[in-house]
């Protein structure tokens, strides 16, 4: 009850910054097309995990709540949206949360302007860094000591920091063989790209607002680095066998993109020299097909990646267990803290 209390009141915050994007900077005026498609897309429905765990690491060590921690809170999901316009982009993905993506909603509204020299694509890159300063502004919404105002800022500059080169590094990582490719690189994907932005840093940053030791704070970020990589092989094993329905895309584009996760790392460790061979060539393919992603899910069953992973996520959540039971948060919102945990993984 308590988690979908304070989703509410993250959606109700959310809602009520879009209501005042338009008095604050006037977006509408500047261009009706920049605010109707920013509006559309932070408006869409998510599982707002980010600003949650936010609020959660706020009020574990705080006395009282601040006024304005929902409007900071909101931060963290509006840094998710601009991170998500930008990395469909790269992923030349066509949906998002299970309606068309941005670049692909910009695309459609110049489809009668053949004379344009530029794309969808272009006006996305430029929304996406109005949906950072945005993140920005809604930060500094909460009423809290300066100084750990400023701290906690830094951390949310960190995470923008962090994903950004976890990206980076992963696109880096295409270019390179898959038998040279090591567990150790994918984790650091991982780890920058997912554990930090979604996990440690939300609750890292709640946690610096509220003023709690930094022992504290490190234990979060490390119980967040361990959950985040739980998330992200769970995420994998949706990605490959989920339905679009249940995870607003294509379960395709993993392939389509070529991405190296833990379950083509472990496949092709494990596999015949014959089927590393099919491994690479359905990865170099151009044209993914439903056929390519059934004989992906065969490979991945026959080699027994999915054990593998369900191992994995076992002795991560372990790790990340041990840490929880040392934290010195309020019960409540240690209580709270564990139960979406579990939530989040489906366990």
Same mark, same amino acid.
């Given at each position: 009850?308590?988690?979908?209390?304070?989703?509410? /009141?993250?959606?109700?915050?959310?809602?009520?910054?879009?209501? *005042?994007?338009?008095?604050?900077?006037?977006?509408?005026?500047?261009? %009706?097309?920049?605010?109707?498609? !920013?509006?559309?897309?932070?408006?869409?429905?998510?599982?707002?995990?980010?600003?949650?765990?936010?609020?959660?690491?706020?009020?574990?060590?705080?006395?009282?709540?601040?006024?304005? &921690?929902?409007?900071?809170?909101?931060?963290?999901?509006?840094?998710?949206?601009?991170?998500?316009?930008?990395?469909? !982009? =790269? +992923?030349?993905?066509?949906?998002?949360?299970?309606?068309?993506?941005?670049?692909?909603?910009?695309?459609?509204?110049?489809?009668?302007?053949?004379?344009?020299?530029?794309?969808?694509?272009? &006006?996305?890159?430029?929304?996406?860094?109005?949906?950072?300063?945005?993140?920005?502004?809604?930060?500094?919404?909460?009423?809290? +000591?300066?100084?750990?105002? *400023?701290?906690?800022?830094?951390?949310?500059?960190?995470?923008?920091?962090?994903?950004?080169?976890?990206?980076?590094?992963?696109?880096?990582?295409?270019?390179?063989?898959?038998?040279? =490719?090591?567990?150790?690189?994918?984790?650091?994907?991982?780890?920058?790209?997912?554990?930090?932005?979604?996990?440690?840093?939300?609750?890292? =940053?709640?946690?610096?607002?509220?003023?709690? /030791?930094?022992?504290?704070?490190?234990?979060?970020?490390?119980?967040?680095?361990?959950?985040? /990589?739980?998330?992200?092989?769970?995420?994998?094993?949706?990605?490959?066998?989920?339905?679009?329905?249940?995870?607003?895309?294509?379960?395709?584009? +993993?392939?389509?993109?070529?991405?190296?996760?833990?379950?083509?790392?472990?496949?092709?460790?494990?596999?015949? %020299?014959?089927?590393?061979? !099919?491994?690479?060539?359905?990865?170099?393919?151009?044209?993914?097909?439903?056929?390519?992603?059934?004989?992906?899910?065969?490979?991945?069953?026959?080699?027994?990646?999915?054990?593998?992973?369900? /191992?994995?996520?076992?002795?991560? !959540?372990?790790?990340?267990?041990?840490?929880?039971?040392?934290?010195?948060?309020?019960?409540?919102?240690?209580?709270?803290?564990?139960?979406?945990?579990?939530? =989040?993984?489906?366990?």
């Amino acid at each position: 009850m308590m988690t979908l209390k304070i989703r509410k /009141r993250v959606e109700k915050e959310l809602k009520n910054y879009i209501r *005042e994007l338009d008095t604050s900077y006037s977006l509408s005026k500047i261009s %009706p097309v920049l605010y109707a498609n !920013i509006k559309e897309f932070i408006s869409r429905q998510g599982k707002r995990i980010r600003p949650i765990l936010f609020v959660i690491g706020y009020l574990g060590y705080a006395k009282k709540a601040a006024a304005g &921690l929902y409007r900071s809170a909101v931060s963290i999901e509006l840094l998710h949206d601009f991170m998500l316009v930008h990395d469909d !982009i =790269i +992923d030349k993905s066509d949906t998002r949360r299970g309606r068309p993506s941005m670049h692909s909603m910009l695309n459609r509204y110049l489809s009668g302007n053949k004379n344009a020299k530029f794309n969808g694509e272009d &006006l996305t890159i430029v929304i996406g860094d109005v949906m950072f300063a945005l993140a920005m502004h809604a930060f500094l919404g909460i009423r809290e +000591d300066e100084k750990r105002k *400023e701290r906690a800022l830094k951390k949310l500059i960190e995470a923008a920091i962090y994903t950004g080169s976890g990206e980076f590094i992963e696109l880096l990582y295409g270019l390179k063989k898959l038998e040279r =490719i090591t567990k150790e690189d994918i984790y650091r994907v991982y780890d920058y790209k997912t554990a930090n932005y979604t996990f440690a840093s939300p609750l890292a =940053i709640g946690a610096t607002l509220a003023g709690a /030791r930094q022992d504290e704070i490190d234990k979060l970020v490390k119980y967040g680095i361990y959950l985040g /990589r739980a998330f992200q092989i769970n995420d994998d094993i949706l990605g490959m066998f989920g339905s679009e329905k249940k995870t607003g895309k294509s379960n395709l584009t +993993d392939l389509k993109e070529a991405k190296k996760t833990i379950l083509i790392w472990h496949a092709y460790k494990n596999s015949s %020299p014959k089927t590393r061979l !099919i491994i690479k060539r359905l990865l170099s393919k151009s044209n993914i097909g439903k056929s390519d992603l059934l004989r992906m899910r065969g490979i991945l069953n026959c080699s027994g990646t999915l054990d593998y992973a369900a /191992r994995e996520i076992d002795a991560l !959540i372990k790790k990340a267990e041990f840490i929880n039971k040392t934290l010195k948060m309020q019960p409540r919102y240690l209580n709270l803290l564990n139960s979406l945990s579990k939530e =989040i993984l489906s366990l």
